[in-house]
């Protein structure tokens, strides 16, 4: 199976008035949501070309969305090779499940930070996160 068809790519809808903006990133309706809870978390790359992740799961699944900036997310099947390269937005919310076995990297390519929201259906377990370098400049 080809990478793009494993992985999904969910498109959001911001909802914004004069107090602010509302993002749903899993609503409950998501294809491969578990049974039970896993981890929720944020991550922010701060400069131009600092990279977040660089690893894969055995067993977790993941999900994303970029709340701020611009985030270059780099993928790679683990078991076929298959590489490719998805630009996530916060202006163009969208939100990429990844199951397990994807190497997964996130460069920032802008001058300011990006935040990211990202769910996990495991908790975090180090036999699980296996170092994989995604850096290909």
Sequence with gaps: MALKDKIEIIS???LGDDRGWLLK???GKENNLPNHTG???LTYASDKGK???NHYHVKAKEWFTVLEGHAEM????METEEIMIIQLYADDPKTVYL???IAHAFVNPEDFPFMMLAYTDELYDPKDTIPY???WD
């Design 12 to 14: 959001r809808k911001k």
């Design 25 to 27: 990133v899993i609503d």
């Design 39 to 41: 981890e929720v978390y």
């Design 51 to 53: 990279v977040r992740g």
């Design 74 to 77: 780099r993928i790679k099947d």
């Design 99 to 101: 199951p397990e076995n």
């Design 133 to 135: 370098s995604l850096d």
